[in-house]
């Protein structure tokens, strides 16, 4: 073979890399980008960006259609130098949103802080405020405490950044100023952060920090809340199970539960309990909260490969007590023949049209079987074709080592319009993992200092610089 030049080499291999996912099943294919995509949200999460760039771009060649890897990917250009880059592509996804996608304006009001925080990372703070306030105001329309604490937060330090760099020549280097109805204004928009998630850490930092700043109270309240692990008692549920409550809009719900040995062998550390008496506790909780005119049924994974289910029960075959007793008698049994039990679950709703149909799901595992060499992320999309949603609650953590779970979970929410929440225990609390990108951008305030650059007489003027 002749010495090619090595930006041929790379192109070969690269083409030799799309014919090879383009040869390949299209479920191995879905399958593998949201694998790509699950590494770098975790990337992401640790701060190595170049990592998270390049799984992101891996998961966007074999799926550019992905309205949600095109918003990963566009953001983490911004993070290593190609913001303008990420904008275009930000611009270029819009078609890719439908107004008939039931998630569609949550969709915009993340498109909109994505925006925001593009602009803030290409150092254009003044640009990044209307984008910041326009998916506050979207998301106040949707609820979500969570997010909306996230984009007030991201408000308040845009209004900070606002400011005019200036290099005196003396030891404070490179600086920006910060007037004093800079830092009121900002920190209204903490406050409001902080009143929205009282459990927000990043604003709960700048919030203190800003009225340190201004004299008006030091950072001790802050800091005596730090470092409380939060530890509840055996057989309840985590403070935010009402989050589940947003997967039971359906007029046909089914029980989908994972009862295979791994849920009782591991622990969920902060609740005190296994994970099989948790999801017992969050299934009677959600039960209990629902409709009467819901109509529901149970399915549960566990057996092996080809054995029959402990529990089948069609949608409206259980009366609310039945269903109560079969939750609280529910016995662990075996391993996790997921797609089996998918490829099944249709049969347990009504034949009726035009009804909203879902499976919620609450696992721990993988699928363990291979079904006649059907793909699961190809058999979401036939649950999708008959207008049945899949929302799941895994108490799986979200790390490296649990990748082909989650990518499989993310084939499931994806391609059928549902959401997936995941067992946090450091918060002890069901956390959305689709939001994991958002979660990521918390910036922190600076230290502050204050200046006497314009002379004495200018009381009110701070400094901070910008160290990468």
């Given amino acids: 073979m002749p010495n090619l030049p090595v930006n041929n080499i790379k192109t070969v291999l690269g083409l030799l890399l799309l014919i090879s996912f383009g040869m390949a099943p299209a479920g191995n294919r879905q399958k593998a980008a949201f694998k790509a995509h699950y590494k770098g949200l975790l990337h992401y999460g640790e701060a190595h960006y170049g990592r998270a760039a390049n799984q992101f771009e891996k998961a966007h060649s074999i799926l550019p259609e992905n309205y949600t890897f095109n918003l990963s990917l566009a953001l983490a250009l911004s993070r290593v ?57 979207r998301q106040q329309a949707l609820g979500d405490p969570k997010k909306l604490s996230i984009y007030h937060n991201a408000l308040g330090y845009a209004y900070l950044l606002n400011q005019g760099g200036s290099d005196h020549g003396d030891s404070l280097g490179m600086h920006y100023h910060v007037h004093k109805q800079d830092l009121m204004r900002a920190l209204a928009e903490f406050d409001q952060a902080v009143t929205y998630d009282k459990s927000n850490p990043n604003a709960l930092y700048n919030y203190y920090l800003v009225r340190d700043t201004l004299g008006l109270e030091g950072m001790e309240e802050y800091m005596a809340g730090q470092d409380s692990a939060i530890v509840r008692e055996p057989g309840s549920v985590p403070g935010n199970t009402d989050r589940t409550l947003q997967f039971t809009d359906y007029e046909e719900l089914v029980f989908l539960l994972d009862i295979s040995g791994s849920m009782v062998m591991e ?41 029959e289910p402990h529990a089948w029960d069609t949608v409206g075959a259980l009366s609310r007590y039945d269903m109560r007793y079969r939750l609280q008698f529910l016995p662990p049994n075996g391993t996790t023949p997921l797609l089996e039990r998918l490829q099944a679950c249709p049969e347990l709703f009504s034949e009726r049209e035009g009804v909203r149909k879902s499976i919620f799901l609450i696992s721990d595992g993988a699928n363990i079987c291979r079904s006649g060499g059907v793909d699961i992320c190809s058999w979401a999309e036939r649950l999708a074709q008959r207008k049945i949603t899949i929302n799941i609650l895994t108490f799986l953590d979200a790390v490296q080592s649990n990748t082909n779970a989650f990518a499989e979970y993310g084939c499931l929410a994806e391609n059928t319009g549902g959401s997936i929440l995941y067992m946090d225990n450091y918060r002890c609390g069901y956390e959305y993992f689709g939001a994991s990108l958002v979660e990521s951008e918390q910036p922190r305030v600076p230290n502050l200092q204050k200046v006497q650059c314009w002379g004495p007489a200018v009381k009110n003027l701070w400094a901070f610089s910008l160290k990468e």
């Avoid at 275009?88 to 802080?113: I, M, N, V």
């Avoid at 049924?297 to 054995?307: E, K, R, S």
């Fill in 81 to 137: 130098g190609r913001a303008e880059e990420g904008l275009g592509l930000l611009q270029r996804s819009g078609h890719l949103l439908s107004a008939s996608d039931p998630s569609y304006e949550q969709k915009q009001a993340t498109a909109q802080f994505i925006r925001g925080m593009i602009l803030l990372h290409a150092g254009r703070a003044g640009q990044a405020l209307r984008p910041l306030q326009l998916s506050i105001d």
């Fill in 267 to 307: 622990k969920v550390p902060c609740m005190g309990s296994n994970r099989f008496d948790v999801m017992k506790q969050t299934a009677l909780f959600v039960l209990d909260s629902l409709p009467p005119d819901i109509q529901i049924g149970l399915g549960t994974v566990d057996g092996d490969c080809g054995t």
